[in-house]
């Protein structure tokens, strides 16, 4: 798998699973996403094939699929990444993909030694702050309308 730079979308595993989403029914993408945040908290486990970039990369489609996401990510989302997002989100869905983005935020994983922890203000941090600020105004205006 080829990384080129510290955006969410900068690797090869992360245009294949745009490419791998945009060939599912939203239901089917909903499926999958799940599965990738159910296997995101098991990283260190031998029968789970992930990279943590994959991860990095679902989250942040999550968070272009929130209504204005794309909008408020501005760079981040691009139009390619466009055809993987979830038409209807829900907030579980966008709370797994904070817990998700929050696990592979530590020292010790993979994509936070490459592209975090040298450079805590750098684009992956960043694009990473900007992604959680997206899904945590989406979870907490959807929780406060459940609430009213």
Do not use: C
Request: proline share 6%; glycine share 10%.
């Amino acid at each position: 798998m080829g990384t080129w730079g510290p955006g969410p979308f900068d690797s090869d595993g992360a245009r294949d699973l745009i490419d791998f989403m945009a060939q599912r029914s939203p239901d089917e993408r909903r499926h999958a996403f799940h599965g990738i945040f159910a296997d995101a908290m098991r990283l260190s486990d031998d029968d789970v094939d992930l990279h943590p970039s994959d991860v990095i990369a679902a989250v942040a489609l999550i968070a272009m699929s929130v209504p204005g996401g794309p909008e408020q990510l501005g760079e981040i989302a691009t139009e390619k990444a466009a055809a993987g997002i979830v038409a209807g989100l829900d907030p579980q869905l966008a709370t797994e993909a904070l817990v998700a983005l929050a696990a592979m935020s530590v020292p010790g994983n993979d994509w936070y030694d490459t592209w975090i922890e040298d450079d805590p203000e750098g684009e992956a941090a960043q694009s990473a702050q900007a992604v959680t600020e997206v899904l945590r105004v989406f979870v907490s205006e959807s929780d406060g309308r459940r609430a009213g």
